[in-house]
């Protein structure tokens, strides 16, 4: 679950949710007490259930608009039980999965029961059926090989045990299943222009400066979610992510980060995985 973005037309009240949350990120991030750290999630959903007063409609998402097609294509034929790891408050990733294939069943699962209790609401308003669960990605409640597949977007860069939270996911998924794992790329182009022009005045600022969300423990360049997702998984083929705003400058990104070695620099890492079954 990626952080909130109060710039895409959300509500006064739900501004004032995100600035409350926020207003709690560097300190705790700071002390890095894992507990705490997730209880920053639980807080959110509190506070964003408080916020919309009943009223799912206006549930934020809390993803990357342009990720979901691509998801959906790396999950074409994956029917079953799937889980989204990571749902957030409004699940359009498992609606999106729901509708496009009525052989699937979407389980969702995220930290906070207010979060959770969010993303029922938003589905059945959509008439999706959607069974959303309060659970701990690095501890899930769930027996081996319980699910067909899965999908995990911009959820791994806030785990406390990014390696515990991979090797859970592919544990409750079946050896033969498929999973798609998104995440910020720290290396994108739009990053490294950012950096390029501190550098070029005369600033160098810490890495987590330029992460796409301040609530981000870590972000990943391409080999290093490789390295993270090998110990749990098998990547079967990667895909990238561009941007959809921002003028020539951010199309020219898209098409040239699209395919080839120069995916490195696209805006989201994402790789569709198969869990290692018998060789963990």
Known sequence: MSDPDPDHGVSASLERAFAEHRAHVDEVLRGGNPDEIKR?????????????????????????????????????????????????????????????????????????????RIARAVAER?????????????????????????????????????????????????????????????????VLARKTRDRLAGRKLPASVYYAASSHLREYTWPQADRLLER??????????GWSEGGWQKSLATWMTARGPLRRFARMIVAEVEPRGNER
Do not use: W
């Not at 074409?76 to 496009?100: E, F, H, Q, Y």
């Open 126 to 190: 959509v008439g999706v059926t959607f069974l959303p669960i309060v659970a701990d990605l690095e501890a899930l409640p769930f027996r081996d090989g319980a699910f067909d597949g899965g999908v995990c977007d911009d959820t791994i860069e806030h785990l406390p045990n990014d390696a515990k939270g991979v090797s859970e996911l592919a544990r409750v998924v079946r050896p033969s299943g498929r999973v798609v794992v998104a995440t910020p790329n720290r290396q994108s182009a739009a």
């Open 40 to 116: 920053l999630y639980v807080e959110l959903g509190e506070l964003l259930d408080d916020a919309l007063e009943g009223d799912p409609g206006s549930a934020p998402v809390l993803s990357l608009p342009e990720t979901g097609p691509v998801v959906l294509g790396l999950m074409k034929g994956v029917k079953g039980r799937l889980i989204d790891a990571g749902c957030g408050p409004n699940p359009a990733m498992s609606i999106a999965l729901a509708r496009a294939d009525r052989d699937r069943t979407m389980i969702g699962m995220d930290l906070g029961f207010g979060i959770v």
């Open 232 to 241: 749990s998984f098998r990547i079967r083929r990667r895909a990238s992510v």
